[in-house]
């Protein structure tokens, strides 16, 4: 097995960070540096290119493990589909939502050692492939203004969403929507309605920390659709305070539906984004794609 590592020099603040060095002096500690490749990224499309070289070498049993957040992972994952070679991950990104779904604790570089492999799901979004989460509307606003935030002062990491949160609640705006779900049954729906948020989720946590989809897994096949219709707003602060905790199922103003497929459409272009990857649109089709593309977990 080789193993490339691969250093996003994007990623924001974390609570985790190797250096090149590290991650060879720990391997050349074990007697096993020759497992490994090391690589940082210094440039636009430097990620790419490091990627595509390792996919065309004659190396066997190819991984990459990926030290960023969910936009890095993204990227790797769309590069590396229909290859051989298995994706894994250290986050080291700011909000590292797509990590919750693996277990972190106390983790160290020896982590990576042994490497057992799985296959996992990911969604088709306009011809994109979406690792995570894909969301529109009240979230990807928080999430825009997140970033602005992190453009003045990218030292406020994870502090930059609740400020995002507080200047969103206080301009607060719905979206008229027509969705159309294929449920896990292949029955067909259909919703018409003004939204807050709309969610469509692989994993079960996005927007740094926040939990719309409590029981997500990442191999069953299955997306998870969570919207929340219009509501009194005198209900936001604690509706948003369930939501992030994963604790709003039972609130009548939010639904969620187990879904092989749909449609979001509107008259006018809303926000949304992919892994945090936030673009215009008035129209999102999605699909799982089961078994997409194969896993590192790290055994421990």
């Not at 700011?94 to 972190?104: E, I, M, R, S």
């Not at 502090?159 to 719905?174: E, M, P, Q, S």
């Not at 049954?185 to 003004?194: A, F, W």
């Not at 509501?231 to 539906?257: C, R, V």
Request: proline share 2%; with cysteine; aromatic share 12%.
């Amino acid at each position: 097995m080789t193993k490339l590592f691969l250093i996003s020099s994007t990623a924001g603040a974390t609570e985790y960070h190797f250096t090149k060095k590290q991650i060879e002096d720990v391997y050349k500690k074990y007697g096993r540096e020759d497992e490994i490749i090391v690589k940082e990224t210094r440039y636009r499309g430097h990620l790419e290119e490091i990627v595509e070289a390792f996919l065309a070498s004659s190396y066997k049993d190819k991984v990459i493990i990926s030290l960023g957040g969910d936009g890095t992972i993204n990227e790797v994952a769309n590069l590396c589909l229909g290859h051989d070679v298995a994706v894994g991950l250290i986050p080291t990104g700011t909000g590292n939502d797509f990590a919750k779904n693996f277990d972190y604790k106390d983790f160290k570089i020896e982590d990576t050692f042994d490497i057992s492999i799985r296959p996992i799901d990911l969604i088709r979004v306009n011809g994109k492939y979406c690792v995570n989460v894909t969301s529109l509307g009240f979230d990807t606003e928080v999430l825009q203004t997140a970033y602005d935030y992190l453009a003045e002062d990218k030292s406020l990491g994870k502090r930059a969403y609740i400020k995002a949160v507080a200047d969103r609640v206080k301009n607060l705006t719905y979206q008229d929507l027509s969705i159309t779900l294929s449920l896990e049954d292949s029955t067909k729906i259909e919703l018409d309605d003004e939204f807050l948020v709309s969610a469509i989720c692989n994993g079960g946590y996005y927007g740094s920390g926040f939990n719309p989809a409590p029981d997500a897994k990442i191999d069953d096949g299955i997306i998870n659709f969570v919207t929340a219709r219009k509501f009194p707003k005198w209900q936001l602060l604690p509706l948003i305070l369930k939501y992030k905790k994963g604790k709003h199922q039972s609130s009548k103003y939010l639904d969620e539906y187990l879904v092989k497929s749909g449609q979001v459409k509107s008259d006018y272009n809303f926000l949304a984004n992919i892994d945090g990857e936030i673009f215009s649109t008035n129209s999102l089709n999605f699909e799982v794609v089961a078994k997409a593309i194969n896993w590192a977990y790290f055994e421990k």
